[in-house]
T-cell receptor, first 111, second 111 residues
Framework: NAGVTQTPKFQVLKTGQSMTLQCAQDMNHEYMSWYRQDPGMGLRLIHYSVGAGITDQGEVPNGYNVSRSTTEDFPLRLLSAAPSQTSVYFC??????????FGQGTRLTVV | TQLLEQSPQFLSIQEGENLTVYCNSSSVFSSLQWYRQEPGEGPVLLVTVVTGGEVKKLKRLTFQFGDARKDSSLHITAAQTGDTGLYLCAGDTSGTYKYIFGTGTRLKVLA
């Protein structure tokens, strides 16, 4: 029972590089979200999706893109990484009446 | 903009003491959740409250949702070292499962 799987666990990027953080869930959940966690800030919502083909912006969407072509996958793309995007990123999924399940996070450093 | 403010931000207490953590907002929430997060892991759901004035108990943890559904509290009785962690509240303002997280309370229980 994998739950929510995030890859990679750690990543170092140079400023201006692009990359995709992967998130996959095997619980057939409709709702998926991406958060970033910075010291003293709790978790801030970047983007979320209420189903395949539907995405919307959260609190801090600038610099990030998402897509939801399947129910299972919700990748987060950084088109041109900046040092301000250094953070720990969490993906979460939930069903209609279920709790949210979080991945183990991706620790990203942009130098 | 952080919709949910938690207090205190940090708390260090001795084992056996009682404590209360607060989660406050000017917004009305259709539901509110409390999570605990261990280092290097994603948040794990403790409880969901949906009705104004609702009180839920989970062993030594008591959760209360404010009558106006704008605030919540978490009370821990006789804290144990295993309670150490980051406690996060999260609210859904629109009923769409777009959960916004609070700033977090980092609790350390000393033996």
């Amino acid at each position: 029972n994998a739950g929510v799987t995030q890859t990679p666990k750690f990543q170092v990027l140079k400023t201006g590089q692009s990359m995709t953080l992967q998130c996959a869930q095997d619980m057939n959940h409709e709702y998926m979200s991406w958060y970033r966690q910075d010291p003293g800030m709790g978790l801030r919502l970047i983007h979320y999706s209420v189903g395949a083909g539907i995405t919307d912006q959260g609190e801090v969407p600038n610099g990030y893109n998402v897509s939801r072509s399947t129910t299972e996958d919700f990748p987060l793309r950084l088109l041109s990484a900046a040092p301000s995007q250094t953070s720990v990123y969490f993906c979460a999924s939930r069903g209609m009446n279920t709790e949210a399940f979080f991945g183990q996070g991706t620790r990203l450093t942009v130098v | 903009t952080q919709l949910l403010e938690q207090s205190p931000q940090f708390l260090s207490i001795q084992e056996g003491e009682n404590l209360t953590v607060y989660c406050n907002s000017s917004s009305v929430f259709s539901s509110l959740q409390w999570y605990r997060q261990e280092p290097g892991e994603g948040p794990v759901l403790l409880v969901t409250v949906v009705t104004g004035g609702e009180v839920k108990k989970l062993k030594r943890l008591t959760f209360q949702f404010g009558d106006a559904r704008k605030d919540s509290s978490l009370h821990i009785t006789a804290a144990q070292t295993g309670d150490t962690g980051l406690y996060l509240c999260a609210g859904d303002t629109s009923g769409t499962y777009k959960y916004i997280f609070g700033t977090g309370t980092r609790l350390k229980v000393l033996a």
